[in-house]
């Protein structure tokens, strides 16, 4: 796996589509126990990623990760700008001024991305957030090099746990965002923003191995 700043830019647009796809499906969960914007407020700001990126995608992959980070925030309302936001920044930084990248780099990305979600919405494992989806996509992942499995396999890997995680969702109590004022309601209802992430990483890996 070699990925290329062009790439990279393909599959931030293909994200953008899959987002779009499934705005309304989105919007229907999180409108059951919480906003009921995640789908319609990603697809706003996706776009708005999109045309950012035909004006001005910057010099290199960090450059591209962190104005995806920034238009996002910019554009995304609710909680869901800012958590995506500062992943895609983290991402960025992450990767610096590389002009391409391997599954050990995402590895590293995806570690910085969800550190940064961490950090700014103080959410972790069991919260019944995409902190749900996206933790055990990296421990999936980061297993899956360690046992010497293809880009390919690993990938797949996290994109079965990140799914894995949507469904553990359902079981578990919300604890953080408007979701968590229904205490034991939001028990059977999946979290929109761990469903979100999980497409995000079933897109990477569809185009990677494209």
């Keep these: 796996m070699s990925i290329n700043r062009a790439k990279v830019?393909?599959?931030?647009?293909?994200?953008?589509?899959?987002?779009?796809?499934?705005?309304?499906?989105?919007?229907?969960?999180?409108?059951?126990?919480?906003?009921?914007?995640?789908?319609?407020?990603?697809?706003?700001?996706?776009h708005a990623v999109k045309e950012k990126l035909k004006e001005d995608a910057g010099n290199n992959i960090g450059d591209i990760l962190k104005k995806t980070g920034m238009t996002l925030v910019s554009n995304v309302g609710g909680a869901s700008g800012p958590l995506y936001g500062t992943a895609f920044m983290k991402a960025g930084l992450e990767a610096g001024s590389k002009e391409e990248i391997d599954v050990i780099d995402f590895e590293k990305m995806l570690t910085a991305a969800l550190d940064g979600i961490k950090m700014r919405g103080k959410a972790v494992?069991?919260?019944?957030?995409?902190?749900?989806?996206?933790?055990?996509?990296?421990?999936?992942?980061?297993?899956?090099?360690?046992?010497?499995?293809?880009?390919?396999?690993?990938?797949?890997?996290?994109?079965?746990?990140?799914?894995?995680?949507?469904?553990?969702?359902?079981?578990?109590?919300?604890?953080?965002?408007?979701?968590?004022?229904?205490?034991e309601r939001s028990i059977g209802h999946q979290d929109a923003g761990a469903t979100s992430s999980a497409l995000i990483f079933k897109t990477i890996y569809e185009e990677i191995n494209v």
């Design 125 to 183: 494992l069991e919260d019944k957030t995409m902190v749900d989806a996206i933790e055990p996509a990296l421990y999936a992942l980061s297993k899956a090099i360690q046992l010497g499995l293809s880009s390919k396999e690993a990938l797949k890997e996290a994109v079965d746990a990140a799914y894995k995680g949507v469904e553990h969702t359902k079981a578990i109590i919300a604890r953080k965002g408007r979701a968590s004022y229904l205490a």
């Design 9 to 46: 830019i393909e599959i931030i647009n293909k994200i953008a589509d899959r987002i779009e796809e499934n705005k309304l499906y989105l919007t229907e969960l999180d409108a059951v126990i919480g906003d009921g914007d995640h789908g319609l407020n990603m697809s706003k700001g996706f």
